[in-house]
């Protein structure tokens, strides 16, 4: 009897399709095959308590490694940070990396048989060292990343056992992986897109970082998506106590020091299976700035935070997924107890389950919301400076404007505000495929079609969702959605008589705000709420802006389309829409004022 083989990518050339297992749903659907069907893994967060078990362990697994890599890295470095220090530098992005692997570990434990299975595995000198928690993320969803991932999986738990193979250059996806260094750059030349106002802007910010210095400025703001007008006038009324602080940049050399790696990777007599895996794995995933460049990496960012002799408070959204911003204020807060408040990013996530907002509360110093109350003291309701809306346009260039999502196949945390991954990618096209299923041939020629943007600076495995959707949008006309080049979401929002919007993220923040006519979905099957928060979005889906049903979204398309001004403008939707955005919004000016008065 012949082996079966394991496959999770296709770099490598499949020969015979009956005989292959996908660990990969996605490249079995590349592949045409059902991903329901006995030959292809099965996702393992299926259902609303499964998540919450698999949060919860995660959530432990994370406490624990922190404190463990803590000890081992200061034994490493010669260092005695405190356990506040290396919870601030690691933040949520060790959490990130024990979801990707444990959801890999755990599909490959449960699926892969030496007595059934044959595979080939990435030879190590074809491995790739990331420098960043970013790059790592990065490099893991990709293609070669898990190829890596198997590697590291049976070379730990079935050594010496399957063939090696070597990867050619150009088989080497890891473009996403390279091109986060380069991105801030290519966005701010495009979207900024050289206005005479902006010019103008600039020059007088260079003027006020003269006039003044570092050394005044008492709140800095480091990765925050704050409007330009609102930087000036906190720039204006604090008398330059309030401004942008620049990122410092991590250093990244080329070596590997094995023996450093050895002592970090180290495994223990008590640790689980997952633990043997994660901790022998780290001998490659863990960041260089961890490693051979720490010394380095905290020796330019002392040298920087010097600069800043006033510095009291950092107001940052960045850091969620930044680790250069990660280990500044880290440093900030251990050598100079200058504390982190966290400017809530553009979207909501604390009604979903999976404690992300009492997690990221947890690692900063104060949360500051949207506009949202809590009892817990480490929250403030403010506002964001966030630019929600722009003018609107008078004249609309489409009749509808659908904005859609990507479905991806891996979940960055076992929350389920990453509803529209996992097992919930698969519940999202059936979802969405179901609606275009519904609409007439004649109204589908009246949609314009904004995809998710290819060059979006997250990379990640995702279903090929115009391919799964091809039967509809052969009737619909596709719309620019480079994030870029060309118009941006908002622009072309504006420019809509109606919008509809496939999944709850910002895009539909943005939309009401604006005050466009909206349909959103939302499968509370996939995107489960809290207890706590079960009625969260009934305002929107009385109004008929938010369904929960292909069915439903449909429906009230087809009845309103032709005019849906009409259904927005009554007073029953403009009332249920503003006691909603009233509820969770607050007033930008609140914002300023407390910022004002960190300052001084």
Same mark, same amino acid.
């Not at 293609?143 to 590291?152: N, T, V, W």
């Not at 440093?331 to 982190?340: D, R």
């Given at each position: ?7 999770? *990518? ?24 059902? &991903? ?12 609303? @308590? ?16 922190? @404190? ?12 005695? !940070? ?44 074809? !491995? ?28 730990? /738990? ?70 330009? #007008? ?57 960041? #260089? ?79 500051? *919301? ?19 809306? &722009? ?16 479905? @991806? ?8 505000? !990453? ?7 698969? #519940? ?17 020629? #009246? ?15 995702? /279903? ?51 005050? &466009?006519? *909206? ?45 849906? *001004? ?35």
């Amino acid at each position: 009897m012949s082996l079966i083989e394991y496959v999770v *990518t296709d770099l490598k050339k499949i020969s015979d399709l009956s005989k292959v297992f996908f660990q990969s749903q996605n490249t079995a659907y590349k592949y045409d095959q059902n &991903i329901n069907s006995r030959n292809v893994a099965n996702f393992i967060d299926s259902g609303k @308590e499964k998540l919450k078990s698999l949060w919860n362990f995660t959530e432990v697994k994370n406490q624990y490694y922190i @404190e463990l890599l803590g000890k081992r890295l200061n034994k490493l470095h010669g260092t005695k !940070y405190s356990d506040s220090f290396w919870k601030r530098v690691f933040s949520i992005s060790l959490l990130n990396q024990i979801t990707l692997l444990h959801q890999f570990y755990t599909c490959a434990s449960q699926n892969f048989d030496p007595n059934l299975h044959t595979c080939k595995i990435l030879e190590k000198k074809n !491995y790739k060292f990331a420098n960043s928690f970013e790059d790592q993320r990065m490099f893991i969803d990709s293609d070669f990343g898990r190829e890596q991932l198997l590697s590291q999986y049976i070379n730990y /738990f079935y050594p010496n056992s399957y063939p090696e193979f070597h990867l050619k250059k150009e088989k080497l996806k890891i473009n996403e992986f390279k091109k986060s260094k380069y991105l801030s750059f290519i966005n701010y030349l495009y979207l900024k897109k050289f206005r005479m106002e902006k010019i103008f802007s600039k020059i007088k910010n260079i003027y006020l970082r003269i006039k003044y210095p570092k050394s005044k400025i008492v709140v800095g703001v480091m990765g925050s998506f704050f409007d330009n #007008k609102y930087f000036m006038i906190l720039d204006k009324r604090s008398a330059g106590k309030i401004k942008n602080i620049l990122i410092p940049q991590l250093p990244d050399s080329v070596s590997v020091n094995f023996q450093m790696r050895e002592s970090i990777s180290k495994i223990e007599p008590e640790m689980d299976d997952f633990d043997r895996f994660f901790f022998s794995s780290l001998k490659y995933l863990l960041p #260089k700035y961890l490693v051979e460049n720490f010394s380095l990496s905290t020796h330019n960012f002392k040298k920087e935070l010097k600069k800043y002799q006033n510095l009291k408070y950092i107001v940052s959204e960045g850091w969620l997924d930044s680790s250069s911003i990660n280990l500044f204020r880290a440093l900030a807060y251990e050598k100079s107890n200058i504390k982190t408040y966290y400017n809530e990013h553009n979207c909501f996530f604390h009604p979903y389950l999976g404690n992300m907002v009492d997690m990221e509360a947890d690692l900063v110093d104060k949360y500051l *919301t949207l506009g949202w109350s809590s009892g817990n003291h480490k929250f403030k309701k403010l506002a964001s400076l966030y630019s929600f809306k &722009i003018p609107l346009s008078k004249k609309k260039k489409y009749k509808i404007l659908y904005v859609s999502y990507p479905a @991806e196949i891996y979940k960055s945390f076992y929350s389920s505000c !990453y509803g529209i991954s996992g097992a919930g990618a698969v #519940k999202h096209l059936t979802f969405v495929s179901n609606f275009f299923k519904i609409i007439p041939i004649s109204t589908l020629k #009246k949609f314009s079609y904004r995809a998710y943007p290819k060059d979006y600076f997250i990379s990640a495995t995702r /279903f090929n969702k115009e391919y799964f959707l091809k039967e509809y949008l052969k009737n619909v006309n596709f719309v620019s959605s480079f994030k870029n080049k060309g118009q941006t979401c908002k622009e072309q929002m504006i420019s809509s008589s109606l919008v509809i919007i496939d999944s709850i993220s910002t895009a539909y923040l943005e939309s009401l705000n604006m005050n &466009i006519p *909206t349909i959103c979905f939302w499968d509370p099957n996939a995107m489960y709420l809290k207890d706590a928060h079960l009625n969260f979005f009934d305002e929107l889906v009385e109004a008929k802006i938010i369904h929960t049903t292909p069915e439903s979204a449909a429906k009230h398309l087809i009845n309103i389309y032709e005019n849906p *001004t009409e259904w927005w403008n009554t007073s029953h939707t403009q009332d249920l829409k503003n006691k909603w955005l009233n509820k969770n919004f607050g007033n930008p000016e609140n914002m300023i004022e407390y910022l004002l008065q960190l300052s001084k």
